[in-house]
T-cell receptor, first 113, second 117 residues
């Protein structure tokens, strides 16, 4: 049973517009969330994270929003650029230290010129 | 630092053969993780080590899979005997560990694409 769900396998956005990637989770013990970006033939690379004590974290063009009551988080990219085309994974920790991450299946973001 | 290093990058083998995947974590990282990525199941944690000691291997699919970490700079994931359903991309990742939030960030290697025919 998927504890972290990314329901959109792919998303197409025009260059310069906002990209919004969504993620839902079911485990209320998760207390730290991360977004990873993956290019073909490479490993995932860390993008941005948020603790459950916050509802927003911003880093340049990337902002992650967390709605704990809805068990939902989203990644906003604005403005979207061609280099943002990649697979984005949502991941979560249940806390207590450096346990393994629980990943969603990923959303393939395609930025159209 | 060169990052997490994995070898080989690609492995093609016949069913029944033994396969060994290798990983060198980032120097100074206390945690090492093995993940498997498939189309059906996405990225799954197989096993992780803390200071070379296996902590949680509940994700290892069956006894055909084994992992070792003989020292802080080397780990192996072995499949014996291999089966076609083991075909996947296997990632190794490492992290600093500890209680700071920054320690949760894991650094991934480029992966090993395994094909079992």
């Amino acid at each position: 049973d998927q504890q972290v769900k990314q329901n959109s396998p792919s998303l197409s956005v025009q260059e310069g517009r906002i990209s919004i990637l969504n993620c839902d989770y079911t485990n209320s013990m998760f207390d730290y969330f991360l977004w990873y970006k993956k290019y073909p033939a490479e490993g995932p690379t860390f993008l941005i994270s948020i603790s459950s004590i916050k509802d927003k974290n911003e880093d340049g063009r990337f902002t992650v929003f967390l709605n704990k009551s809805a068990k939902h988080l989203s990644l906003h990219i604005v403005p979207s650029q061609p280099g943002d085309s990649a697979v984005y994974f949502c991941a979560a920790y249940s806390g207590g230290g450096a346990d393994g991450l629980t990943f969603g299946k990923g959303t393939h973001l395609i930025i159209q010129p | 630092d060169a990052g997490v290093i994995q070898s080989p990058r690609h492995e093609v083998t016949e069913m029944g053969q033994e396969v060994t995947l290798r990983c060198k974590p980032i120097s100074g990282h206390d945690y090492l993780f093995w993940y498997r990525q498939t189309m059906m199941r996405g990225l799954e944690l197989l096993i992780y080590f803390n200071n070379n000691v296996p902590i949680d291997d509940s994700g290892m699919p069956e006894d055909r899979f084994s992992a070792k970490m003989p020292n802080a700079s080397f780990s192996t994931l072995k499949i014996q005997p291999s089966e076609p359903r083991d075909s996947a991309v296997y990632f190794c990742a490492s992290s600093v560990g500890g209680w700071d939030r920054e320690s949760y960030e894991q650094y991934f290697g480029p992966g090993t694409r395994l094909t079992v025919t």
